[in-house]
């Protein structure tokens, strides 16, 4: 039940944080959403194998950059970031194992 609780108000922060980033524009905002979702679904539907999360983080904020503000792509970093924290031994596959 706690850690509901506080993945909402996790998730109520990260959407303010990315809001502030977007100026308040909420059709940013969820431009800014769906650019990054798609570079994260890129990832997962990849033939490229990722070793390490520093890969993928670099992978995304390259992609990232193509199209986001400096500012944007800071808050969806550290969004990244915990996600990327939150994974567990094994999460990140070597296919062809």
């Known amino acids: 039940?706690?850690?509901?609780?506080?993945?909402?108000?996790?998730?109520?922060?990260?959407?303010?944080?990315?809001?502030?980033?977007?100026?308040?524009?909420?059709?940013?905002?969820?431009?800014?959403?769906?650019?990054?979702?798609?570079s994260?679904?890129?990832?997962a539907s990849s033939k490229v194998s990722f070793k390490t999360a520093d890969e993928i983080k670099s992978h995304v904020r390259g992609n990232l950059s193509k199209s986001l503000a400096e500012s944007e792509i800071n808050i969806l970093e550290r969004l990244l970031d915990r996600e990327v924290l939150s994974f567990k031994p094994g999460d990140i596959k070597d296919e062809e194992n």
Request: proline fraction near 0%.
């Open 40 to 43: 994260i679904a890129e990832i």
């Open 1 to 38: 039940m706690f850690e509901y609780l506080f993945q909402q108000l996790g998730s109520i922060r990260d959407n303010t944080e990315l809001l502030e980033a977007c100026n308040w524009d909420e059709n940013r905002a969820q431009e800014v959403r769906e650019i990054y979702f798609k």
